[in-house]
């Protein structure tokens, strides 16, 4: 059964931590991407990766880093630095991200910051 | 900048009475348009993708057409299992890169009552 697992569903972090969410594919997508999503807005776009061992800053990257050591796998931490963390992620992916073609989404992770 | 207005922000149907919801957009080099349904605490689902003015898809009760400025997504006899936020998304290129960035709308949010 392909498509894209997230987790941990549910986050809760302290300030001052670092945390990372998992996003894992088996569709052999070359690209991968992470959004954010805050009430009221449209999704905006954190960082995307074209290939493995290459990624990419989106619209909002500060506070965010990410790596792609494995084709499946585009994990996100979410730093210290982020002033505003609480909010549902989204990671995505697609065939390729440049001739076009639809991007299929994960179930998503709401982080909380206490 | 490119950027993307869906109408309106909510609306409430009764069972089985017809709409419409607008994606309104104003980008260059426009690579694609996409509709995607949202329920509560979960990931976008793909519903369609338009690719030039005048093109239209069919899913159940829903339509997507596409003009030169905006999308419709028709919803005829809607039933209570069809609420949800629907979103829009355009594909352009992003600052000239092969990249095809994604720029989402806020969504419209679909309560259809019984």
């Known amino acids: 059964d392909g498509g894209i697992t997230q987790s941990p569903k549910y986050l809760f972090r302290k300030e001052g931590q670092n945390v990372t969410l998992s996003c894992e594919q088996n569709l052999n997508h070359d690209a991968m991407y992470w959004y954010r999503q805050d009430p009221g807005q449209g999704l905006r776009l954190i960082y995307y990766?074209?290939?493995?061992?290459?990624?990419q800053k989106g619209d909002i990257a500060e506070g965010y880093s990410v790596s792609r050591e494995k084709k499946e796998s585009f994990p996100l931490t979410v730093t210290s630095a982020q002033k505003n963390p609480t909010a549902f992620y989204l990671c995505a992916s697609s065939e390729d991200s440049v001739a076009g073609g639809e991007q299929f989404f994960g179930p998503g992770t709401r982080l909380t910051v206490l | 900048e490119d950027q993307v207005t869906q109408s309106p922000e909510a609306l409430r149907l009764q069972e089985g009475e017809s709409s419409s919801l607008n994606c309104s957009y104003t980008?260059?080099?426009?690579?694609?348009l996409f509709w995607y349904r949202q329920d509560p605490g979960k990931g976008p689902e793909f519903l369609f993708t338009?690719?030039?003015a005048g093109e239209e898809k069919e899913k159940e009760r829903l339509k997507a057409t596409l003009t030169k400025k905006e999308s419709f997504l028709h919803i005829t006899a809607p039933k209570p299992e069809d609420s949800a936020t629907y979103l829009c998304?355009?594909?352009?290129?992003?600052?000239?890169?092969?990249?095809?960035?994604?720029?989402f709308g806020q969504g419209t949010i679909l309560t259809v009552h019984p």
């Open positions: 338009l690719y030039s």
């Open positions: 998304a355009v594909r352009t290129n992003a600052g000239g890169t092969s990249y095809g960035k994604l720029t």
């Open positions: 990766s074209q290939i493995v061992n290459d990624f």
């Open positions: 980008v260059s080099g426009l690579r694609g």
